[in-house]
């Protein structure tokens, strides 16, 4: 293959088959082995570019159980304990260590998932260390409350950014699902694209509203009977 000045050029390799392989489980369900996969670019017998980096194999399902999006990983159902990662740190001075000291102490606590809360935390090493504690890694793009924050005035900009976002991590094995908004659906036209190059890039799931169907009833921020969060989510079907 020949490239000009400037141009690019996607290049797939078909047909990569693992026999048996050992697969990635989240925490507490079992072992997360990861693979490592070294990719090289020769001209003229030379090495002109190289990358190394770590995969798990894994298989996620997403079902309607009970009105609410059920997540199965391996043929599985993983009941997920988890919570909000917001800022990783206010001067952003996080080290790939403090990474895996936060992600260790939230596998020891016996907690399954993260939300990448407004999508705040942008480091290999999060992705990385929630891969090496098997942590579900809950993605949102960059769009808070309407109320917090306003619609993006170049979605065009957005989408660039959102695809940058999906190429750059969706190879690790943690990352399970992506979310539009925090707490309401991104504007119609943007969900539509975000639909669509999830779809396109990835193939994880989008939902597009954090406490929205089929993830939630509107948030919980009162004192309230806990049967009440099994009761009334709104009835919902997804097909996909």
């Known amino acids: 293959m020949r490239l000009g000045a400037g141009e690019t050029k996607t290049v797939e390799i078909p047909g990569i088959i693992v026999k048996n392989p050992r697969l990635w489980w989240p925490n507490t369900y079992g072992e997360q082995f990861l693979y490592t996969a070294e990719v090289r670019v020769k001209v003229a017998g030379r090495t002109a570019d190289e990358k190394s ?5 894994r298989r996620f399902d997403y079902i309607i159980d009970g009105n609410c999006l059920t997540l199965y990983c391996n043929g599985s159902r993983i009941v997920i304990r ?3 990662w917001g800022m990783d740190n206010g001067l952003k001075l996080d080290t790939a ?3 895996d000291n936060k992600a260790r102490l ?3 606590a016996n907690l399954v998932m993260i939300r990448n809360w407004v999508g705040q935390t942008n480091n290999e090493a999060f992705y990385a260390a929630c891969d090496k504690y098997g942590l579900l890694v809950w993605d949102d793009f960059w769009l808070a409350n309407p109320a917090d924050g306003p619609d ?3 979605e065009e900009m957005f989408v660039q950014n959102a695809i940058d976002k999906i190429k750059k991590y969706r190879h690790h094995a943690s990352l399970a699902l992506y979310c539009g908004r ?3 659906n991104p504007p119609e036209s943007l969900n539509e694209k975000l639909k669509e190059i999830t779809a396109e890039y990835d193939g994880t799931r989008l939902i597009p509203n954090s406490a929205g169907p089929p993830v939630g009833s509107g948030g919980g921020y009162a004192l309230r009977d806990p049967r009440q969060y099994f009761d009334d989510v709104p009835d919902i079907i997804l097909r996909s």
């Open 97 to 99: 260590e403090d990474y």
């Open 82 to 84: 988890g919570g909000n």
């Open 182 to 184: 925090n707490e309401a």
């Open 53 to 57: 980096f770590q995969f798990g194999i």
């Open 106 to 108: 939230t596998a020891e």
């Open 152 to 154: 993006p005035k170049d």
